[in-house]
């Protein structure tokens, strides 16, 4: 890739995050089961949860995005991934103990917690698919 020569535009966030998955519908149930999110859209291939109306979580069935998607509007290009992926998810400061509760409640194991340097607190744990889950409250990061 060449260097461009121009200033970047404005980027203002992460929107969606995706992950593939083996079972789609057992993966839907595990998401919405533990986290409670509305559905936004679904069909064979995929599913798109509305994440605390600021984003969305996709999960994709693996192989079935191989394919360019043609809709009237225009083409999604194909995409795919494989292999135990990471993401993490935002929870308020001093609700971790609850969640923690949740998830032992739910026979999920908490593959590891601890507190960051800046203050922050992360939760670390499996889903169905192997993928890394972890749920952070504010100062994990400088900007959050």
Not at 89 to 111: F, H, K, N, V, Y
Request: a negative charge; charged letters at 20%.
């Amino acid at each position: 890739m060449n260097k461009p020569t121009t200033e970047a535009p404005a980027i203002t966030g992460v929107i969606e995050t995706a992950l593939y998955v083996s079972d789609l519908p057992r993966a839907i149930a595990f998401y919405q089961g533990l986290f409670g999110f509305p559905i936004l859209i679904q069909d064979h291939r995929f599913c798109a949860f509305d994440v605390a109306g600021r984003s969305i979580l996709l999960l994709f069935l693996r192989g079935a995005s191989l394919d360019p998607v043609k809709l009237p509007w225009g083409t999604i290009p194909p995409h795919e991934g494989s292999g135990p992926w990471h993401f993490g998810l935002s929870i308020p400061p001093g609700s971790d103990g609850a969640w923690e509760q949740r998830l032992r409640e739910a026979g999920i194991t908490i593959e590891s917690s601890f507190n960051w340097p800046r203050g922050g607190r992360s939760i670390y744990f499996r889903d169905l698919d192997n993928h890394a889950v972890e749920l952070l409250t504010p100062g994990v990061w400088e900007t959050y």
